[in-house]
């Protein structure tokens, strides 16, 4: 089934039998570890069969967890998640707040030095999933998620790109879930993939909720 | 107001259905009811809260899956609390469809696997078949009176050393036996057919690649409601089974003449 999101090429979603354009920004809600590995294994091994380059951020699993269960899956792809042409592996801290605390600016310059580097040797189709639960921790800035979160919707539109963020339904509160809704164009819930209509567009979600980030990154 | 709370419940419905997970619908509900009707504290509960100032059942006929728990009820008119009730009603409804479609996946997926173990059980008991009738040498073969029909098994097919392409018919089959034994051949074929007698007999067969082989043939017929529908059997190469007992046959005579010639007997 193909879901429109843009006017970007198509790709294979690798869940289920979807299919969507790049450039979109989805939000994975999941309950369960089975669900929530079905969306990463099949969103990530889709993409190394067909040669994007995969981003990846573990955070309820540890990578070998991950390895072990996507080698499996995919064994024509053994090797490929220690490969740097194939994935890019990072922890929560390494990837959202390498100094100590997590920063909406910040995260759209390291996305953006990541996105311009894997483009160098001509266009490549980025795949990114990350757990979110390292958001539950304590970090300094964490209060600022959602306003990253808003502002993907400025970073990923127009890119050969797309972005899974996968929450935890059992372990975020009803209000962050609320958000997560509001900042994810695009929502996948127990394997169906739908438009949210929950969302908001960010100049308008900024401006009541953070307008401190409201500027769109260049 | 009225009109504002209706829509809004409205389209709080309407979003909720797209959501397949359980968890989702009960903070997405408990989220929008919170700004739809403010200062009410609404929380969801496993059971009643003794501590709220109403606890509202979420359930369906056959279930119960929670309560939602507010204060200030008195701050609700009578009108709106019926649309809440309303909405609660709803969330059950929507809760219970997501359930019944889990079980029906649930089920779906034990049947997948029940189909699959199944069929790769056939195939494997299937192989088993063709490697025994390879083995044995024996062939099916099948009559379907109402279509006029003759099918035959792959052993079948190589016992008359025919291509698996070619489609047999009964005349066919019966040319290919040899020219001595074709009428009582056709004589067990008719009789099977139109007085329902079993057949078992040898004859030989001359091969497509003209080779002269020894075939047992078994047949018995297939009745429905009291009428012939048609005949099925098998077809045994014995070739080299009748050149064993004659090959014996011949030792034991050519040992009787010895015998004779000497004038000496045996005994066991």
């Known amino acids: ?218 | 107001m009225k009109n504002h709370i209706h829509h809004e419940l409205f389209l709080l419905s309407t979003n909720l259905s797209q959501f397949k997970s359980k968890t989702l619908i009960i903070k997405v509900f408990v989220e929008s009811i919170n700004s739809i009707f403010p200062g009410h504290q609404f929380c969801w509960k496993k059971e009643s809260d003794k501590n709220a100032e109403e606890n509202i059942k979420v359930c369906t006929r056959s279930k119960t899956y929670g309560y939602l728990s507010f204060i200030e009820k008195s701050n609700l008119t009578n009108e709106t609390f019926s649309l809440l009730q309303n909405a609660v009603q709803l969330l059950a409804v929507l809760i219970e469809n997501v359930e019944q479609e889990e079980l029906l996946n649930d089920q779906k997926e034990h049947l997948d696997i029940l189909v699959e173990e199944k069929t790769r059980d056939l195939i494997k008991s299937q192989q088993q078949v063709k490697e025994t009738s390879k083995m044995a040498k024996v062939g099916g073969w099948q009559i379907d009176l109402h279509g006029n029909t003759l099918s035959w098994t792959s052993e079948t097919y190589r016992i008359y050393e025919l291509s698996e392409d070619k489609i047999p018919n009964v005349a066919d089959a019966i040319n290919y036996y040899h020219p001595d034994d074709q009428e009582i051949v056709s004589e067990y074929v008719r009789q099977a057919i139109e007085n329902g007698t079993s057949f078992d007999f040898q004859a030989r067969l001359i091969s497509a690649k003209n080779n002269l082989k020894w075939v047992r043939a078994y047949g018995k017929v297939n009745i429905v409601n009291g009428e012939t529908t048609g005949v099925h059997g098998m077809i045994q190469d014995i070739t080299e089974r009748i050149a064993r007992e004659k090959k014996l046959q011949k030792s034991l005579h050519e040992l009787n003449q010895a015998q004779k010639v000497a004038k000496v007997g045996s005994w066991f």
């Open chain 1, 1 to 218: 089934m193909h879901i429109k999101t843009s006017n970007q090429p198509k790709l294979k979603l690798g869940i289920g039998d979807y299919t969507c354009n790049w450039g979109v920004h989805i939000c994975g809600l999941y309950e369960t570890e089975e669900e929530r590995d079905e969306i990463i294994i099949g969103f990530l091994g889709e993409g190394d069969l067909s040669g994007d380059l995969q981003l990846y951020c573990p955070v309820e699993q540890t990578p070998e967890m991950f390895k072990e269960k996507y080698y499996k899956a995919f064994p024509q792809c053994d090797c490929h998640a220690d490969m740097p042409e194939h994935f890019s592996i990072s922890n929560a801290k390494e990837l959202y707040y390498p100094n100590g605390t997590f920063s909406p600016i910040d995260m759209d310059k390291g996305l953006n030095d990541f996105f311009i580097e894997s483009q160098k040797n001509g266009e490549r189709n980025v795949r990114g999933t990350a757990e979110m639960a390292w958001a539950l921790e304590a970090i300094p800035g964490v209060e600022h998620l959602m306003a990253y979160e808003a502002r993907l919707n400025y970073f990923i539109p127009g890119k050969p790109w797309i972005s899974i963020c996968l929450y935890n339904v059992n372990k975020f509160s009803g209000t962050i879930i609320m958000n997560v809704l509001k900042t994810h164009p695009y929502c996948i819930s127990g394997g169906i993939i739908t438009q949210n209509p929950y969302y908001i567009h960010p100049d308008k979600w900024l401006i009541e909720n953070a307008p401190q980030f409201m500027n769109p990154v260049s």
